[in-house]
């Protein structure tokens, strides 16, 4: 009886439809997404390699066309300054937030209630508006003309709060026992936080710079406002415009000379080898290290099959 | 370590008993080289904590005050205004509340506010079920195998410049829009009120619909993987029992998985606004830069963002500096909205993301 009214009840071949259509659309969905991400990838491919040469990566730019040496070392440069100023603080503020800021006793909260709220609104600033308090202040207001330095500040306020918050959830990750071990064997606080928690939070905050800095690499209008454009590599820190590669793509795809297009194709080709192998080793780190974090919260069975992703939720752009 | 050996070997009558739970005393171990080590931990990261406030106190402290005179003169007008000009710049300067600027110059920003309000709307309208969908078949249906290369190809479509994805958006995928989807589309479109803006002429593919869609698919990786860790989230107990009473694959995402992380996903959805709201180049190279309200889906418009690149140098021009004042204004305003969107994506977010507990009782 009930099996014959489930088999052929009134709403059955409705439900069996919509279980397909279900299906079908999420595929589609699926494919939708998928489809454009791969055809922007070998776009740019297909773009850059017909007219490819090699001495792209060692010529400088000239007013004919040449290579674009001194960008890409100005972007490497870039990321390196973005690098040591936005990792040292980024890192040490996310240990603050972590470790070392008192929980409030009361609400018993998570700590650093408005240093938390302050990097949050931070992480808020589009970087167009990053880029116009820079020029403003930086640029024109202290006069250290477009140049270096302050296009380092900038794009290290861009990415501060999101590599404080990956280094404090790395941090959050490691275990209560860890910190219990390190402390019973009668490490100092500075001791055991170098060799025991940090040492094993180190993938997660590597990570997180890692994607920071490949957000930064890639970053445009903030630049533009901050570093200016050079052909070549400048001999100082302020008053004097910066090469970077993401103008070449932004300023030459349109430009009278062919030569020039093909310029920005090999620019936006090689930003997007330099991100992929920033994911690409990111990646690896946490493929490699997933022993390592597990929730400090005592869901522990349930979380350790999950595979941690990269936080992607907080990419500043 | 070696001068603690004294301590450790005491256990049975530690003198620790007391400060186990609390932070580890190095006051106890008398060393002074350590005490100096926490101090500077402790102080540096201090330093390294205060520093973003700092930074954001002197960013909104630059935008207010450069931005207070064209607050004061442009008043209102400035959000509901139609006309942006920058007035006559060779000669005749005014005051208007002791505020100098070039006669004639009237800024309303209403094209630019209605364009960015347009293009993020397109792109959430796209990008939300196109993830949700995509969530769905990666956490649900596809094995791991081929879900974990999909996850980190979304990963890697988060990562690519934004100036790359606008390269290929205003000379591969929008002409390929505008020659073989457009035209589909309009031809279709019939003449009523909101379908109007749907009509012909498409263009080239440099317009608001090109970059909503491009928009859309910068966003798509936020919610996504957001979407993704969510639905993970959702313990499969419930989901188990419900399809033991007989739903279907679209019944339990229908009734029990959407429902359990409904205000997760518009969280990311509102994350995902913030994002689109403040998206510069990728627009200025696929939406045209062109300052007025488009008379159709396909034409050129602006947003803020995009203003403020493109105008910020010409501005310098206007040498009362009322046409910077009146940028600071825009990006303050950007500024302001951007903010508010991701505060309150976050409070959703962190307000649903400890979701341990079951909602429904169950």
């Not at chain 2, 001068?3 to 450790?8: E, K, L, N, Y």
Request: net charge positive; glycine share 10%; proline share 6%.
């Amino acid at each position: 009886m009930a099996s014959t009214s489930l088999s052929a009840g009134p709403g059955t071949r409705r439900r069996r439809v919509s279980t397909i259509t279900w299906r079908v659309l999420t595929y589609v969905a699926l494919v939708l997404i998928m489809g454009p991400a791969a055809w922007l990838l070998l776009g740019v491919l297909a773009r850059a390699l017909p007219h490819w040469h090699w001495s792209v990566l060692w010529t400088t730019l000239t007013p004919t066309g040449g290579g674009l040496r001194d960008q890409i070392l100005g972007t490497l440069i870039l990321m390196l300054g973005v690098f040591i100023v936005a990792g040292t603080i980024g890192v040490l503020a996310g240990i603050h937030l972590a470790e070392l800021a008192r929980p409030r006793r009361r609400s018993g909260k998570a700590s650093g209630g408005p240093l938390r709220t302050a990097s949050d609104i931070l992480a808020g600033f589009p970087s167009i508006v990053l880029g116009y308090v820079g020029y403003v202040a930086l640029v024109v207001g202290l006069g250290w003309g477009f140049s270096l330095l302050p296009a380092v500040i900038i794009l290290s306020i861009m990415v501060i709060p999101y590599i404080a918050k990956t280094t404090e959830n790395s941090l959050r990750q490691v275990p209560t026992g860890y910190r219990e071990g390190a402390e019973a064997l009668g490490m100092s606080m500075g001791y055991g936080l170098r060799k025991v928690i940090l040492k094993s939070a180190l993938p997660g905050i590597v990570t997180g710079l890692l994607l920071a800095l490949a957000i930064a690499c890639g970053e445009t209008a903030p630049l533009i406002y901050t570093a200016g454009f050079a052909p070549t590599l400048p001999h100082s820190l302020t008053h004097a415009q910066f090469p970077y590669l993401t103008y070449v793509v932004y300023q030459y795809y349109n430009a009278p000379e062919a030569n020039y297009h093909y310029l920005a194709f090999d620019a936006a080709l090689i930003l997007v080898v330099i991100v992929l192998l920033l994911l690409v080793s990111s990646r690896i780190i946490v493929s490699r290290t997933q022993r390592h974090s597990e929730s400090a919260r005592g869901t522990r069975s349930k979380r350790r099959w999950r595979r941690q992703p990269l936080d992607l939720t907080d990419l500043p752009r | 370590m070696a001068s603690v050996g004294g301590v450790a070997g005491s256990i049975p009558a530690t003198p620790h008993t007391e400060s186990i739970g609390r932070p580890p005393l190095p006051k106890r171990l008398g060393r002074f080289a350590r005490n100096n080590e926490e101090r500077v931990w402790r102080g540096s990261a201090w330093i390294a904590v205060v520093l973003p406030l700092a930074a954001l106190v002197f960013a909104v402290t630059v935008l207010a005050v450069k931005a207070w005179p064209a607050v004061r003169v442009n008043g209102w007008y400035f959000l509901y205004g139609r006309n942006w000009t920058e007035g006559s710049g060779y000669g005749a300067v005014v005051h208007t509340d002791g505020v100098a600027h070039p006669m004639g110059a009237q800024y309303g920003a209403w094209a630019i506010l209605w364009g960015t309000l347009a293009s993020s709307l397109i792109a959430i309208v796209i990008a939300l079920p196109l993830s949700i969908g995509a969530a769905f078949a990666l956490t649900e249906r596809l094995p791991g195998w081929i879900s974990r290369p999909l996850g980190f190809a979304i990963e890697i479509l988060a990562g690519i410049p934004s100036v790359v994805i606008g390269l290929w958006g205003i000379l591969t995928f929008g002409p390929w829009l505008a020659k073989y989807v457009y035209p589909i589309i309009a031809d279709h479109a019939p003449n009523v009120p909101v379908l109007r803006y749907f009509r012909n002429p498409v263009g080239g593919g440099e317009g608001l619909l090109s970059a909503g869609i491009v928009l859309s698919l910068m966003i798509v990786p936020i919610i996504t993987s957001t979407t993704r860790d969510l639905f993970m989230q959702v313990p499969p107990l419930p989901k188990e029992g419900a399809s033991a009473l007989g739903m279907t694959d679209w019944e339990v995402a229908n009734k029990v998985t959407l429902p359990w992380v409904r205000s997760g996903i518009i969280g990311a959805t509102v994350l995902g606004l913030g994002r689109a709201l403040g998206e510069t180049i990728a627009i200025v190279m696929i939406g045209g830069a062109v300052l007025r309200i488009p008379m159709n889906i396909y034409q050129p418009f602006t947003t803020v963002a995009a203003t403020i690149l493109t105008q910020l140098d010409g501005a310098f021009t206007d040498g009362t500096g009322f046409a910077v004042a009146t940028l600071a204004e825009l990006a303050l305003v950007l500024a302001v909205i951007s903010v508010a969107v991701n505060l309150i994506a976050r409070l959703i977010i962190t307000r649903t993301s400890r979701i341990g507990a079951p909602v429904g009782g169950v």
